[in-house]
């Protein structure tokens, strides 16, 4: 398969989600999961990312929609569309899946994953993070990472406007 393909392959919904869970839950692995909108993929991101990953064995991340960015974000945003955020996830070694979801936060896709491990950033609180009382229910854990200081998008866009 070439490299274009294995990146596409990533990019997973529907029946195929839920066939791809199966394998892996019968190959015992640990599913990690984590969400949010990557607008602009910056080196907080593939820390982050990286961190997440080195907690189990499967990283999956939950991608918001346009739609579902535009409304927690406002008009302005995405900076980038979905399929190319997707892609650019889905190009990290480190991300075994990524999938969309089109409501403001992820708890459809968390009940439909059953992470064993879900993952945040540190500016939340684990007991407030959507999604914690799916995950806690069934004995997982829910973690909190640091953010790596001085990255983020909205202060990348604050540079390119001024």
């Not at 692995?29 to 961190?51: A, E, P, W």
């Not at 999956?60 to 190319?84: A, Q, W, Y």
């Not at 991300?95 to 993952?119: C, S, Y």
Request: charged letters at 30%; hydrophobic letters at 40%; one cysteine or more.
């Amino acid at each position: 398969m070439d490299n274009l393909k294995i990146i596409k392959s990533k990019i997973i919904e529907g029946e195929s989600l839920k066939r791809q869970l199966s394998v892996w839950s019968f190959l015992g692995k640990r599913i990690v999961f984590t969400n949010g909108c990557f607008d602009i993929i910056h080196l907080g991101h593939i820390d982050y990312l990286s961190k997440a990953k080195d907690l189990g064995d499967i990283l999956i991340v939950g991608l918001n929609t346009d739609d579902s960015v535009k409304r927690i974000k406002g008009d302005t945003r995405p900076i980038t569309d979905e399929k190319s955020r997707a892609m650019i996830l889905s190009s990290l070694r480190f991300v075994d899946a990524v999938v969309f979801f089109n409501e403001d936060t992820p708890h459809n896709l968390i009940k439909e994953v059953q992470p064993d491990i879900l993952i945040k950033g540190s500016d939340y609180k684990a007991d407030e993070i959507v999604g914690s009382d799916i995950v806690q229910k069934k004995g997982g854990k829910v973690i909190t990472i640091d953010y790596l200081e001085g990255y983020s998008t909205t202060s990348i866009l604050e540079k390119v406007k001024n």
